[in-house]
């Protein structure tokens, strides 16, 4: 009975330690003997305590000593993560739309659980979105996991899709039809997931939300995987549209400097241009995404080739033109 109290108060004190101690906060040998004994429900001795500490420090359980005021004082330092370590874990999960209010909530909990209770407050406070709203889409974290095995196991998925409609319903697109892909990955990009596979039906490589799937299920036929490069795929298509790839030259004022090295790499070769400007040859899908990330840009932006693509940035601007007409 004696060797189990032994055990279970090693328990408590291991748990005090990592709940109340870290490298700003410390417990004397009175205050651990004052929270035993509210927890145990029985007296433990100071020199009882300060052998249990010893047992823990031989092997090798990394509880330091300091003495302040004359008194020595514990506490159990954090090695594996730092603050701004799990802060930035916060925030990428409060940040995600993808991840829905309550996951988030029990997430943090648990990230804050791996650091002291004087930490884990400093984790409280979450960063604020910008105006966007997570999805309360509880499927979507067994369909990650669903697709992450058959991306292991080479297996193929069937799955529907949906978008919503202008009354915020819920609808199966192409009535309804099955789709059949061979996975080839999952990529994180401007806050959902897509995967990445080639679409059995249509035999073109695609990217589909995942948060867009419905009935997400593993087939038992398997696939031989190609070379591909999923991260080349993801950068040569813009807001995950896929497209024919092509050379192209375009041409930007240079206050988007930054964007275009965001967008492309601090790699890019920018050549100087008449008026302010500069020049960009790059290899892209040529798809509704490039050109909608175009026409974000306005007049700043100027494509000079293919022609094709120019083209169909005069009928975008007609188009948008028109609208402002009607």
């Known amino acids: ?14 748990d005090l330690f990592h709940m109340e101690t870290d490298e700003e906060h410390f417990l004397s040998l009175k205050e651990i003997q004052e929270r035993l004994v509210d927890e ?7 020199r009882a305590l300060a052998d249990d500490i010893e047992f823990l420090r031989e092997r090798q359980r990394v509880i330091e ?3 302040a005021h004359g008194e020595k004082r514990y506490s159990m330092p954090r090695s594996d993560f730092e603050v701004h370590e799990l802060r930035l874990l916060v925030d990428a999960i ?10 988030t909530q029990r997430l943090i909990r648990k990230i804050q659980s791996l650091t002291s209770r004087y930490m884990g407050k400093k984790l409280e406070n979450q960063i604020y979105l910008d105006g966007r709203v997570k999805e309360p889409n509880e499927r979507l974290k067994y369909y990650i996991t669903d697709l992450h095995e058959a991306i292991a196991t080479q297996s193929k998925v069937t799955f529907q899709y949906a978008k919503y409609t202008p009354t915020k319903k819920r609808k199966l697109v192409h009535d309804g039809q099955v789709y059949v892909v061979s996975p080839y990955g999952l990529i994180w990009s401007s806050d959902y997931y897509y995967l ?29 995987r190609p070379s591909f490069n999923v991260s080349e795929y993801v950068n040569r298509n813009f807001n995950m549209y896929s497209g024919p790839v092509e050379y192209l030259e375009i041409e930007f004022d240079n206050q988007l400097v930054n964007v275009v090295i965001d967008r492309f790499g601090s790699s890019v070769r920018m050549m100087p241009a008449e008026h302010e400007r500069f020049r960009v040859r790059v ?6 995404g490039l050109v909608r990330w175009l026409m974000t840009w306005g007049g700043d932006a100027r494509v000079i080739s293919p022609l094709s693509l120019v083209e169909r940035m005069r009928q975008e601007a007609k188009k948008m033109m028109e609208r402002y007409t009607e």
């Open 65 to 67: 000593a300091t003495v």
């Open 40 to 46: 145990l429900r029985e007296s433990v001795s100071l």
């Open 196 to 224: 990445i596979g080639e679409h059995e039906q249509v035999g073109q490589i695609k990217s589909f939300r995942v948060d867009r799937m419905e009935n997400v299920a593993l087939t038992k036929e398997h696939f031989r």
């Open 283 to 288: 290899q892209a899908g040529v798809s509704d």
């Open 1 to 14: 009975m004696a060797g189990t109290k032994n055990r279970a108060r090693l328990l408590h004190l291991i």
């Open 94 to 103: 409060a940040s995600a739309r993808s991840i829905t209010p309550s996951q």
